[in-house]
């Protein structure tokens, strides 16, 4: 993959999760402030966790941190709850929709956890390094 690449995808998951962090803390406290229900507070709850679980990952990401993985667990798993629970709770919508809505957001979630994890791996492999790691390595298997 040529440096343009690399650079494009990098900033592609980066951007991703900055606007996962913005939507999930400003949004989820907004939400929480106008919560009616316990179980609107609690989604406003896994909001708040997906935004904050994404920029633990943003911030791994940028520091090259042996802990990218478990952030970006957390925030696939964190937004997968949110993206089910709220159709049901804010829209009145069946568990179907919730169960759709929860796969779409694990496969796109996935996709942006691949970005990220296949630039973990090129760490190593940065042109210049002439074999020497230019950065710590960080274990994605």
């Known amino acids: 993959m040529t440096r343009f690449w690399r650079v494009i995808r990098f900033l592609s998951v980066s951007s991703i999760l900055l606007l996962a ?60 709850t949110t993206a089910a629970a709220a159709p049901v709770v804010w829209g009145g919508a069946g568990w179907a929709s919730a169960a759709l809505a929860s796969a779409v957001t694990l496969a796109a979630s996935g996709l942006v956890m691949w970005g990220c994890l296949a630039h973990a791996r090129g760490w190593k492999r940065l042109p210049g390094s002439k074999g020497e790691e230019s950065f710590p390595q960080v274990s994605v298997e």
Do not use: N
């Open 21 to 80: 962090i913005w939507l999930g803390v400003k949004e989820g406290v907004d939400g929480y402030r106008g919560a009616a229900t316990a179980s609107q507070r609690i989604a406003a709850g896994f909001q708040i966790a997906y935004g904050i679980a994404a920029a633990a990952a943003l911030l791994a990401l940028l520091t090259h941190r042996t802990w990218l993985k478990p952030a970006l667990l957390l925030w696939v798993l964190t937004i997968a």
